[in-house]
């Protein structure tokens, strides 16, 4: 069994800037990526940042040069710096680890943007 655990999130102003964390543990062979992805109230789930094993990384359109991924997915880690934060960057925050076809999540961390 793989668990994921989040931190960092929190309330912070427009124009603010916050990091969240991730760590997997677990019965983990190999992690191919990790990502973020997050679900505001009654919207879906979306992608935020993956970062692949190999060190790539990629970016939703809504965060595109305000957030940035860095970790070692090798090491089982992964961090979201989001900056310039907008309020509707408001929602519940995931890790999530892709290992040999199959997913695991975290259980959120909730980003609230407001003045």
């Known amino acids: 069994q793989v668990q994921l655990v989040e931190s960092g999130g929190g309330l912070v102003q427009p124009g603010g800037s916050l990091r969240l964390s991730c760590a997997a543990s677990g019965s983990i062979f190999r992690l191919n990526a990790m990502c973020w992805y997050r679900q505001a109230p009654g919207k879906k789930r979306e992608l935020v940042a993956t970062?692949?094993?190999?060190?790539?990384?990629g970016y939703g359109d809504s965060v595109k040069g305000r957030c940035t991924i860095s970790g070692d997915v090798a090491r089982n880690t992964v961090s979201l710096q989001m900056n310039s934060l907008k309020p509707e960057d408001t929602a519940v925050y995931y890790c999530?680890?892709?290992?040999?076809?199959?997913?695991?999540w975290g259980q959120g961390t909730q980003v609230t943007v407001s003045s």
């Open positions: 970062l692949t094993h190999d060190g790539r990384t």
């Open positions: 999530n680890a892709l290992g040999a076809g199959e997913y695991y």
